[in-house]
């Protein structure tokens, strides 16, 4: 199955799939790192929308305009990308299904909390493995010096 698209996923999360639609969907969402991390942030968006927790600030227009024209960083490139991908993702929802446009600024804390939770996850995941490969050596250690 190729990779699933931004419509199939929001279709998914809104439950509109057939029986077999979701089983192909789940099915490549299992094996897909890169689809199961979008489909991570789309099930928050769809949550986010369902039930917003934040409100628009008064200049919420002002401050996209001001972003839109600052001169970026390079580093920055990838996130921008996230951020447009996102931002036109909630503009077709706002249109599809006429939500409100705030939660555009929910994105950013999305991204931010998704990548900080597995830069978290890879960290102890290492963590672990250097406890582990220290114990190990310890061990040979103790061993050679009984
Ligand atoms: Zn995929």
């Known amino acids: 199955m190729t990779c699933l698209s931004e419509e199939q996923l ?21 094996q897909c790192p ?33 972003r839109t024209r600052a001169p970026l960083p390079r580093r920055k490139k990838k996130k921008l990308y996230y951020q447009l991908s996102f931002a036109a993702l909630a503009a077709l929802l706002f249109l599809q299904f006429n939500l409100p446009m705030q939660i555009i600024q929910f994105t950013d804390q999305t991204v931010n909390a998704v990548h900080s939770t597995s830069k978290k996850f890879n960290q102890v995941v290492q963590h672990k493995k250097n406890g582990f490969q220290k114990n190990m050596e310890e061990r040979k250690d103790g061993d050679f010096k009984k």
Do not use: G
Request: proline fraction near 4%; include cysteine; aromatic fraction near 10%.
């Open 10 to 30: 929001m279709a998914y999360f809104s439950f509109e799939l057939s029986d077999a639609d979701n089983q192909q969907v789940e099915k490549h969402l299992a």
């Open 34 to 66: 890169a689809c199961h991390e979008k489909a991570a942030l789309i099930e928050q968006l769809t949550l986010e929308w369902q039930h917003p927790t934040k409100e628009a600030p008064v200049d919420f227009s002002k401050q996209i305009m001001r």
